[in-house]
């Protein structure tokens, strides 16, 4: 079966920008979404096949997606993003979740 | 403004059943993929399952971990979608959320999730 690798955690200062990889066989072949899920909270869209954002969404979040490797990108981090980051595919009639990344702002 | 709202969770003992909806508002429901993804306590999202819209003949899919004890169906005029859930294990226990399938296969609209727990 498919599998999305994130890693577990990502640390970046105030200010900085944040990387988040999603890593997959030939993950450029297919549509990559990230989502950003609060504490408590459901889980919010904020990059749709691999480097859209939705209405609402700051032009600070951005995407790529290449070869076996995925990159949700974070400008200018606030702390308002520090949150849990998810990556995810359709692959063979499933939806694949990536483990998740929690993204701290120092 | 879309809406999606979750009802149904509970406790219910291993080997139990329940069934849980999903009631949208604010789109054009018939015209959507559903899905089903859920996420246990302190742990990641995983997806459950998947119905697709009348042109699609509602078709179904399923996580394997849920294959053959979980169904879901939908009502399209009462916008709603369902989740009936048997054989319930304690590893079943999670939030459930229910999702709008977008054009890409993305999650544009969540709802706010309903928690099942599955103990004795």
């Known amino acids: 079966s498919y599998e999305l690798t994130q890693p577990l955690s990502v640390s970046v200062a105030l200010g900085q920008t944040a990387r988040i990889t999603c890593g997959g066989g030939n993950i450029g072949g297919k549509f990559l979404h990230w989502y950003q899920q609060k504490p408590g909270q459901a889980p919010v869209l904020v990059i749709y096949r691999d480097s859209n954002r939705p209405s609402g969404i700051p032009e600070r979040f951005s995407g790529s997606n290449s070869g076996d490797t995925a990159v949700l990108a974070i400008s200018g981090v606030q702390a308002g993003d520090e949150a849990d980051y998810y990556c995810?595919?359709?692959?063979?009639?499933?939806?694949?979740f990536g483990g998740g990344t929690k993204l701290t702002v120092l | 403004e879309v809406q999606l709202a979750e009802s149904g969770g509970g406790l219910v003992q291993p080997g139990g059943s329940l069934r849980l909806s999903c009631a949208a508002s604010?789109?054009?429901?018939?015209?959507?993929?559903m899905d089903w993804v859920r996420q246990a306590p302190g742990k990641g999202l995983e997806w459950v399952g998947r119905i697709r819209d009348r042109a699609h003949s509602y078709t179904t899919e399923y996580a394997a971990s849920v294959k053959g004890r979980f169904t879901l169906s939908r009502d399209d005029s009462t916008k709603s979608m369902y989740l009936q859930m048997s054989s319930l294990k304690t590893e079943d226990t999670a939030v459930y959320y229910c999702?709008?399938?977008?054009?890409?296969?993305?999650?544009?609209?969540w709802g706010q999730g309903t928690l099942v727990t599955v103990s004795s």
């Open positions: 995810q595919v359709w692959d063979s009639s499933t939806v694949v």
């Open positions: 604010g789109l054009n429901f018939s015209d959507h993929y």
């Open positions: 999702a709008t399938v977008g054009h890409f296969g993305d999650y544009e609209h």
